[in-house]
Each structure stands twice: as structure tokens, then as C-alpha cells.
């Protein structure tokens, strides 16, 4: 982990206990001995299918991610695929706007002596598709459930709009860097003389350099994936299924909590769209947005027991999550085992 991870995780950290801090202490209806006696009364089944979701999260990316990497010419084994998805998942939790997980990813990748044209690609398709994912479930739930989407307030139904708006433009933008990257190559460059003419930016050569270093990536991915449209597809439906899982979740703890499915309908949309919403925010593992959204998008869905659902939702999905990916990143990192072809 270098420096800037350090700091990260500082911040990180510091905003974990702030959002706490606030909900603990913001609600009147919370106390530990109620939510100890919330989590006492749960059932114990969809509890344990609550904990197998978060597994799930982490097996499937790690699928995904050996999926493509089998694809593109370099086997590996489920148990690295899942090394690889826990360090994207820890180092995107505790980074802004997720920057930190395809970097660690790499890493590890290249050290097992995966080919870094390969690393790259598969990382790169990866990445693409899991945005595409969160696009396409948050926009169904909105669509199926326009109700719950309303029941937000206006901030955070801008929050979720925006979401919806910036990852949009991260899918076109990698579409068209892989399909018509002469284009963007231009744009991306005439932007750099004008930066350098206003003196916004330095070393301007050496991010030319990182620039075609780039397009040729690009390039590398665009003949990788041309006419195999199937395994994009397939790839895209383990993204799909990887964010269910996750949202399942909040559902399982749901009908753990209230032994009821009637509003299930209701829970999952509300978790896409605030998922949608706190996605594209640069705030590392979206701490503090999402739990605000949470907040909003629940708030008439339970009741008495809101903080409660989302301490312990939350805490499944996201805290216990990354507190098991750092264990299994700083396993494999300490022995430093190389991937068996």
C-alpha cells in the first residue's frame, strides 16, 4: 500500500466513524441494547443467506474477472479470481470514485506473471461492464418502481440522476476509446496542449507518453473483443448477477427483520437507486452518501427499526466485506504464492 492508499485509508477510516458517530447519535429510537435484541430475534436462515450474499459478491467478480482473463489467453484458478476481486474491492472501498481497485487488482495479476496486455484488457472489459451493470438494474428499478424513486427527496433523486448521468458517460467514453479510439486519442491530446497553454498542467510529454501507452490498450481490447459478443455478454450477466447478490443483502436482512416479503419489491428497488446514487460520488466506499440515501429511500418502507436495518445491512454488505477482502489480500501479499497454470 503505497502513501496515498495510506492517506485514503486514514480519511477513510475517519469518515467511517463520522457517518456512525452521526447515525448512532442522530437517532433517537437507537440504542445498542435495541439493536441487540433486533438482531437476537432475526431469523437465523435469512441471516446466513444475508452473509452468503456478500460471499457471492466476492466469488462472482472473481468468476468474472477469471472468465475474461481464460478468454483473453492466460488461465488461472477460482481461488486467485477471487484474490484479484478482493483487492478491487477492498482498495475501490477506500479510494474516491473506486480508483484504487483495478491498480491493486493489477498487481496481483502481474506478479502471478498474467501479461500485463492481458491484465489490462480483462480489467479494463471488467470494469466497463460492472458500470454498465449498476446502470441497468438502477434504471429497471426506477422503471418497475417509479414510486420508490419518487419517495426520495430531491437531493438525493439529483444524487441518483447524476449517477445514472456520469456512469452513462463512463460507458460511452470506454466504447468509443474501444471502437473509435483515433478519435477520443485526438480529443484526449488536444486537450493536453490546451492544458499546458493555460499552465493547468506539468510534465505534459510524460502524460502523452501514458496517453498512447493507453490507446494502445484500447486498441489491444477493441481486437480482443471484436466478433466475440457472446462472451461480452456473458461476462456482463455475472456484473448483473454479482450486483443482485449484493443488493439481496439488504433484502435478506429485510425479511430476516420483519418475517415478512411483502415489500421485498419495494427494498430492491430502493437499494438499486441508491446504489445508482452513490456510486459515481468521489467519496471513498461511498460512505456517509450511501447511507444518506439509504436513509431517504427507506424511511417509509420500515420504520422503528431504520437504523437498525441499515447498521446491519450495511455492515454485511460493505464493512464486513472489506475487513474479509483485506484479510485475503494480506494473506496472498505475506506468502506471496504465484498462480498455478
Known sequence: MNKNKIIWFIVFLGLVALTMYTIINGSSNFSFEGFVRYLSV????WMAAAVGCMLLFILIEGFSIKYLTDFLGSRINVRRGCLYSSADIFFSAITPSATGGQPASAFFMMRDSIPASVTAMSLLINIAL????IIFIGALCIIFSPSTFLRFGNFSRFLIICGFIIQTACVVTFALLVYRDK????????ILVIAKKLHLAKHVEKKRKKLEKSALEYKECSKAI????GVIVRAFLLNVLQRIVQMGVTVCVYIASCNSVDKVGEVFAAQGCVILGS???PVPGAVGVADYLFF???????NDNLVNLELL??????YVCIILCIAVVAVCYITGRKTKK
Open 183 to 190: 478519435i477520443m486519442y485526438k480529443i484526449a491530446d488536444k
Open 42 to 45: 432475526a431469523n437465523p436462515y
Open 130 to 133: 460492472y458500470t454498465v451493470s
Open 279 to 281: 456510486n459515481a460520488v
Open 296 to 302: 431517504e429511500g427507506f424511511d417509509d418502507i420500515v
Open 313 to 318: 445491512s450495511r455492515g454485511i454488505s460493505f
Open 226 to 229: 471484436k466478433n466475440h459478443f
